[in-house]
């Protein structure tokens, strides 16, 4: 601790002068005090010289300095495998036993020298570490990725990863780059069990999503037999308890896989269960992979979706992939220069269609005006996509909800901002976040002036400023709904999607909700609930729901209640909880199985009432991988500095990791300043001064 002052200190006598002045001549010569004792007078000079020079003394802005020092300890991260493929081929008492007390001796031997944390991951990641090993589904590199967000700024000394090295979600751990940007070395306890052993295996069961009334739909079901050379099975399809299909398998080698097609009908509408089941054998490792549900959507009918552009474009090949994933939706592509008519006939033309996309149309020097035009008086929802080759005077002209004035040929890169007021359909916070960090697209640019009554979904951000200029929005013109993309380059975002996640659901998912809005037939009922039709058993449920009054305005005073039944005629009541105009529900996770629901709002002294049904299907990927994977872990230790231990010497992970020389506290230096005068004591100090010299000026008669 040191004392400094904003002027310089050598002032510092000149605030005793001050107070010595200013005490004579208070004290010296005054006649009041000559009856009193001559050490009154003395005193109170003195206090007077002292409250004169202290108080001069604050006036150079005395400053107390201190320095701080923290030292932080190492941060040794423990994360626990929850998932369902640990316990397979070992008996689960081991791990909720022996393992769980080897794992406390080791966090208690660690937690000596080194800050401890612990998370338990699966599907998900917990604080803690769970030894119930129920989580359906195994996702490593989501780990490292919270890991690096959690701990980036701090002291990691090392990570120790508990596992079986069986990941059946995310990318790779060996290519994820967030964990290395923590420098920590990184252990591996291997888990599970490496020996191969009797089963027989549903591996996997190939189909498509949707199927049509009426129609043949396939099924590839690959199956597998490892040390059962000799024993027979028998693979049974069965729909309600009903045999559609069975045949017997003959085993003849040790590691047996056979593929086997299977054709079915599809003879009801709806979410159709299909169950796969092979006979099980003695003494095998696993019953659970023995079988697989299955869940086809019967369709009775698809959606026609025309994509009309002016020119090739990469923008249109992802737009394409990303609207065939739905075999709901039959997409056609044409050019602008296929067209041969426009007016009434080709108006008539395009009411054949739920939904046109009209990329970069109109096209300078008026290509395609007339067509764009027959579109739109077809009455068929549309979708523009502007770009470079667009005619922004002729799109302007299409009250379409947005006009862009001044655009002059020039444009700007601008990306994605979510505008949170947006109802139309709902995205998670999640998917809001992903979207900030999307490619820019290319926009004109000019003044964006969008009608009062359209549906701005995102906004563009130019540079770092954030605009109220639309990049999407929708709009509805005489009951027609109208959407607009302001941009090209939207291909960007695919890729973008796929480099960041390894999947291109982020893009795909984005169209789908874009398409699915425009697409679907108005539906003008006072009521209306969204949700999907199909989840994971380990997928919270979410609804959305809408209340309109008699003018078909959205309002949410009223109360809205729903019953979820499951099949065996259970009820679950729930309430939806009010956000913005709408509702939303989450009612949490149920167990695999088909739930029907019934939603139930009072409006303007009338009960209306929404139904609807889905399937909850079971995440069964854990059992089907039951030999642990120690390579993957020996390369990621290898990888990353650490080395790989059995479940059985996890006791020397605290000798090990205590020995290494990288792994140290670090110490960390803070230089504070306060200035004197806040300080608490210098106004008692004060106080005292002041309140001292009149008590002894009143005790001697002096006033």
């Known amino acids: 601790m040191k004392l400094i002052t904003e002027l310089p200190l050598w002032f510092s006598p000149l605030c005793l002068l001050l107070g010595g002045l200013y005490a004579f001549l208070l004290y010296w010569k005054d006649s009041r005090f000559e009856a009193s004792n001559p050490l009154t007078r003395r005193l109170l000079a003195a206090i007077r010289f002292s409250l004169v020079s202290f108080l001069a003394f604050l006036l150079l802005g005395p400053l107390i300095k201190t320095l701080l020092r923290e030292v932080e300890k190492p941060v040794i991260v423990i994360a626990q495998d929850n998932s369902e493929s640990v316990l397979i081929g070992k008996d689960s008492a081991y791990y909720r036993t022996v393992y769980k007390e080897n794992m406390a001796g080791l966090i208690d031997g660690l937690g000596k020298k080194f800050e401890v944390k612990t998370y338990s991951f699966g599907d998900g990641l917990e604080s803690g570490i769970s030894y119930k090993f129920d989580d359906k589904q195994t996702d490593i590199s989501a780990l490292f990725n919270e890991l690096y967000t959690v701990y980036s700024n701090r002291n990691v000394g090392a990570v120790i990863l508990c596992s079986d090295g069986l990941y059946n979600k995310g990318a790779s751990p060996l290519y994820d780059h967030s964990i290395g940007e923590l420098n920590a070395p990184i252990y591996t306890v291997a888990l599970g069990d490496t020996s191969v052993k009797k089963d027989v295996i549903l591996a996997k069961v190939l189909h498509n999503r949707l199927a049509y009334l009426g129609n043949d739909f396939p099924l590839e079901v690959l199956l597998e037999a490892k040390e059962l050379m000799g024993e027979k099975t028998t693979l049974k399809v069965e729909k309600e308890g009903k045999l559609l299909f069975s045949k017997s398998i003959d085993i003849n080698k040790e590691n047996y896989i056979e593929t086997i097609p299977i054709q079915l009908r599809a003879d009801a509408t709806g979410i159709q269960h299909y169950q796969l089941r092979l006979t099980t054998l003695e003494d095998e490792v696993s019953y659970s992979n023995n079988i697989k549900d299955i869940y086809i959507d019967v369709l009775d009918g698809r959606q026609k979706i025309l994509l009309l552009s002016n020119a090739p474009h990469p923008d249109i090949g992802a737009i394409n992939q990303a609207i065939l994933l739905n075999k709901n939706y039959e997409l056609e592509n044409r050019l602008l220069g296929e067209y041969k008519n426009s007016g009434p006939a080709a108006a008539n033309k395009f009411k054949a269609y739920n939904l046109i996309i009209l990329h970069q149309l109109p096209a300078k020097g008026k290509r395609g005006i007339k067509l764009v035009k027959a579109a739109v008086a077809s009455g068929t929802p549309i979708l523009f996509f502007l770009g470079n080759q667009s ?313």
């Open 391 to 703: 005619d922004i005077n002729g799109f302007n002209a299409i009250e379409t909800g947005l006009a862009i004035q001044g655009a002059g040929g020039m444009t700007n890169e601008a990306q994605a901002v979510v505008n949170d007021q947006f109802s139309l359909f709902s995205i998670d916070d999640a998917m809001a976040k992903q979207m900030r960090d999307l490619p820019p697209l290319t926009v004109p640019f000019g003044t964006y002036i969008t009608s009062k009554s359209a549906n701005v979904f995102l906004k563009q951000k130019i540079g770092m400023v954030k605009t109220e200029q639309a990049l999407i929005q929708f709009h509805t013109l005489n009951e027609v709904k109208l959407g607009v993309i302001a941009g090209e380059g939207i291909w960007q975002w695919r890729l973008n999607s796929y480099e960041r996640f390894a999947t291109h659901d982020l893009f795909n998912s984005l169209i789908s909700k874009i398409v699915q809005y425009l697409a679907i037939q108005s539906d003008k009922s006072q009521f209306k609930v969204f949700s999907k039709n199909k989840f994971l058993e380990n997928e919270e449920l979410r609804f959305d729901a809408e209340v309109y009054n008699s003018s078909y305005e959205l309002v949410n005073d009223p109360e809205v209640n729903m019953t979820i039944i499951n099949s065996d005629d259970q009820h679950f009541p729930y309430t939806f909880s009010r956000t913005g105009h709408g509702y939303k529900l989450n009612a949490g996770k149920l167990p695999a199985g088909s739930y029907k629901y019934k939603a139930v709002v009072s409006l303007s002294e009338k009960v209306i009432q929404e139904t609807g049904a889905f399937t909850i299907v079971p995440v069964q990927i854990e059992s089907f991988r039951t030999i642990a994977d120690y390579q993957l872990l020996y390369n990621l230790a290898l990888k990353f500095g650490g080395k790989m231990i059995a479940k059985e010497e996890i006791s020397a992970l605290v000798q090990e990791i205590s020995a290494r020389d990288d792994i140290k506290p670090i110490s960390y230096t803070e230089k504070r300043l306060k200035e004197l005068i806040n300080l608490k004591w210098v106004f008692f100090v004060l106080l005292f001064l002041l309140s001292t010299e009149w008590f002894v000026r009143k005790r001697a008669g002096v006033y």
